[in-house]
């Protein structure tokens, strides 16, 4: 097992996955409290990010960049991840008549994989 963690996608995976379920719980929360979904799924990111990012930059990239522009450019790649998610949940609910829980689950599954790779080579790049 200790193995498996030296090698960052892993690393991503898990932490990334604990994020997802989090961040479900929230959007989850915020349908069972009655809010429409864009505003549930709006204020679940808001919560998310805060404990995403330095879970993201301390575990997955172990950046020993300046927080600060580590923390801009993460919020840059996890809004346009956002921007999608805002674009794909309303086709996948209204277009294609999903429930916007299951929709947010597979928005969230595509985005997965540009999330990454915007922060690997973007958000925690840092040259050596």
């Given at each position: 097992m200790r193995r498996l963690l030296t090698h960052q996608p892993v690393r991503y995976l898990l932490v990334a996955g604990t994020t997802s379920v989090f961040y479900l719980g929230l959007?989850?929360?915020?349908?069972?409290?009655?809010?429409?979904?864009?505003v549930?799924?709006?204020l679940a990111h808001a919560v998310a990010m805060?404990?995403?990012?330095?879970?993201y930059r301390s575990l997955v990239f172990e950046s020993r960049g300046r927080w600060?522009?580590?923390l801009w450019r993460f919020v840059?790649?996890?809004s346009s991840g956002m921007v999608a998610g805002f674009v794909g949940t309303p086709f996948l609910v209204e277009v294609v008549g999903m429930q916007?829980?299951?929709?947010?689950?597979l928005a969230i599954a595509v985005i997965a994989v540009g999330s990454y790779l915007g922060h690997r080579?973007?958000?925690f790049r840092h040259r050596a």
């Open positions: 959007v989850a929360a915020g349908l069972g409290l009655g809010l429409h979904y864009l549930a799924i709006a805060t404990c995403a990012f330095p879970a600060p522009s580590d840059s790649v996890w916007p829980f299951p929709a947010q689950v080579f973007f958000s």
